[in-house]
């Protein structure tokens, strides 16, 4: 399997501007994470699904930010209008439901908002 | 609450001697105990984990850590240390029964590794 595939790398926008960020997990995993990571707040769970269906939106910092997931096999987390303080890697992650069952990240996006 | 600490902000080792980053955890019940690397832009790599057991570990690129029920600790270790050794590390931990379907972990802030030649 190729890992949780994650795309753009990196992405520079301007502020006010739509960005969209795009996920395919591991197949046959059915939970889905996105995480964002700055040096201030370190690692921060956004929102989680599973089988497709948001459990836990409790991260989400504002309403700017949305995520869906339309199938098993893509999910996007999108930010609208983006602002300078969302730059940041967005990590997406997936595993399967077992609590004790390793979860795998994607090597991130890398978000600049100027 | 539960939670996981991660006491020190950076480690320096020498290459060639042991190395120890430390988590300890606090959690109602039983705890999965996970530690992931991540190297310069790069993603989270998963290192090893403690379900149930020996309370010795053994995981990827010859790190190894143990369960401390008693001082609910989970200390990443490694007896000799390389200079590719140097990223950032993370404990995380996990509860074995959830109510529902929550599958959080609860992350620690890291740890910075650097190992010098």
């Known amino acids: 399997d190729a890992g949780v595939i994650q795309s753009p790398r990196h992405e520079v926008t301007e502020m006010g501007q739509e960005v969209t960020l795009r996920c395919k997990p591991i197949s046959g995993h059915d939970y889905l994470f996105w995480y964002r990571q700055t040096m201030m707040r370190g690692l921060e769970l956004l929102i989680y699904f599973n089988n497709n269906v948001p459990i836990d939106d409790s991260g989400m910092p504002e309403d700017r930010f949305s995520a869906k997931m339309p199938n098993a096999s893509f999910s996007t987390l999108k930010i609208q209008p983006s602002e300078p303080r969302d730059s940041a890697v967005y990590f997406c992650a997936s595993g399967f439901q077992r609590p004790g069952n390793t979860i795998y990240f994607g090597e991130g996006s890398w978000l600049t908002v100027v | 609450a539960q939670s996981v600490a991660q006491p020190e902000d950076q480690v320096n080792v020498a290459e060639g001697n042991p190395l120890t980053v430390k988590c300890t955890y606090s959690?109602?019940?039983?705890?999965?105990l996970f530690w992931y690397v991540q190297y310069p832009n790069r993603g989270l790599q998963f290192l090893l984990k403690y379900i149930t057991g020996d309370n010795l570990v053994k995981g990827s690129y010859g790190f190894e850590a143990e369960f401390n029920k008693s001082q609910t600790s989970f200390h990443l270790k490694k007896p000799s240390a390389l200079v590719s050794d140097s990223a950032l590390y993370f404990c995380a931990v996990s509860l074995e029964f959830n109510a529902g379907n929550n599958r959080k972990l609860i992350w620690g802030l890291g740890t910075s590794l650097a190992v010098n030649p």
């Open positions: 959690v109602s019940g039983n705890p999965y």
